[in-house]
């Protein structure tokens, strides 16, 4: 089924009907610190009656939106995807989760150069760029065909340079690289995002960033016009943070400043959100939350993250990141006694309040970070015998009768 103006809020075709099977919840004895007082992780999970799954609905719908575009770009159906492509764009239609609608499109359509670049092969990765190279000669005043044509050349150079970086010989990769780059600079100057009322071209704008001369200087401004176009969308802040940490453009000092800075763009639509996905995409990029991070501050941002969709999706991210926090903070001791009571009761509140459905592919340590996050917020109860089910739109406790 295409995705069109008028079908946009209907389930793709290969999503449309698929449940993810029920997944098996079973502790794989994880390290130091994931052990429950009084209780086993496998007593735990036995009596948890809420729906387990493997993989969450949200994240099947985005890869069934991706497969469906993937097929029709093989199709070579290309009037119908850059109109149902700039439509999403502009429409800022949001799948399930918070994901926007037309960059899932777009790595559809890119699908076969991104498997190309995986496998190392660059003659294949250059022959779809040929394609793209056609389609927008033949759409040259459409604006998101030169999205495609230029988020391939970024692609292929990226690929290049971190090719050329392990490589004995780099030089030919490193200028091919830097070709890419500017050939997909000087297609991206025949558009203004702004003009175009497209996140999409500012996206692709601000990944070049990355890669051109002037990019130090121009990301941060190029971010602000992503912010403008779309204010909602999350993904912004998780991709601007990546480049404020301090292994990147940035330092613990301007992380922070630019993730308060980010709650100022977008209080008024999303709250204190901005702050807690930067701070979100630190700990996973760095495993650890960095030392600036304010904890009262991140745990309110959680929660308006979650809120913006109430999707389960957000919710099971919420849930393990605190569990995580929770883990280390209790590891470390009195010293971190006041943030630990902070996660604990930002975990109580979410698994009260928010949690029904657990997604395992959010959880960093599976079933053992789900047992230690049951086991702090209804150990008492299930010492008492009682299990867990859901209530209203988070979970509970129940003693059966005897």
């Not at 004895?29 to 969450?56: C, I, K, N, Q, W």
């Amino acid at each position: 089924m295409l995705i069109t103006p008028s079908l946009l809020h209907v389930k793709t075709h290969t999503g449309r009907g698929r449940q993810e099977p029920a997944a098996r919840l079973r502790a794989q004895g994880a390290a130091e610190g994931y052990g429950l007082d009084g209780m086993t992780a496998e007593s735990v999970l036995e009596r948890l009656d809420a729906p387990a799954v493997a993989r969450g609905p949200e994240a099947t719908e985005w890869q069934c939106t991706r497969d469906d575009h993937a097929a029709m770009a093989d199709a070579g159906e290309w009037d119908d995807l850059l109109d149902v492509l700039r439509f999403a764009d502009q429409d800022r239609t949001m799948a399930s989760g918070g994901y926007r609608v037309a960059p899932l499109i777009s790595e559809g359509i890119r699908a076969r150069l991104f498997a190309a670049l995986d496998a190392g092969n660059f003659t294949a990765a250059e022959a779809e760029l040929a394609r793209f190279n056609a389609v927008q000669a033949m759409h040259p005043e459409d604006y998101a065909a030169a999205h495609l044509l230029a988020q391939a050349l970024i692609d292929i150079g990226a690929a290049k340079q971190g090719h050329a970086d392990r490589a004995d010989t780099p030089i030919k990769q490193l200028d091919e690289a830097a070709a890419h780059f500017s050939a997909a600079e000087s297609l991206l100057f025949q558009f203004d995002p702004i003009e175009e009322m497209s996140p999409l071209l500012a996206a692709t704008r601000y990944h070049l960033a990355r890669w051109i001369d002037d990019g130090r200087d121009l990301f941060r401004d190029w971010y602000e016009d992503w912010v403008d176009l779309d204010p909602e969308d999350a993904i912004i802040h998780a991709t601007h943070a990546v480049n404020m940490l301090p292994d990147a453009f940035g330092s613990v000092a301007g992380f922070e400043k630019a993730a308060r800075k980010a709650c100022s763009l977008t209080g008024s639509n999303t709250g204190k959100a901005a702050y807690a996905i930067f701070h979100l995409t630190a700990i996973e990029r760095l495993g650890a939350p960095l030392p600036s991070i304010d904890i009262a501050l991140f745990v309110q941002g959680l929660g308006d993250f979650q809120t913006a969709t109430g999707c389960q999706h957000r919710a099971n991210v919420a849930a393990n990141v605190l569990t995580e926090l929770l883990h280390d903070y209790r590891l470390a001791g009195p010293v971190a006694a006041y943030p630990l009571t902070k996660v604990r009761a930002a975990l109580s509140d979410v698994l009260w309040t928010r949690l029904h459905e657990i997604h395992l592919e959010s959880w960093e340590h599976g079933a053992d970070s789900l047992a230690l996050a049951l086991g702090e917020v209804f150990g008492p109860a299930l010492q008492r015998g009682a299990r867990i089910t859901r209530k209203g739109e988070g979970l509970g406790t129940r003693v059966p009768r005897a």
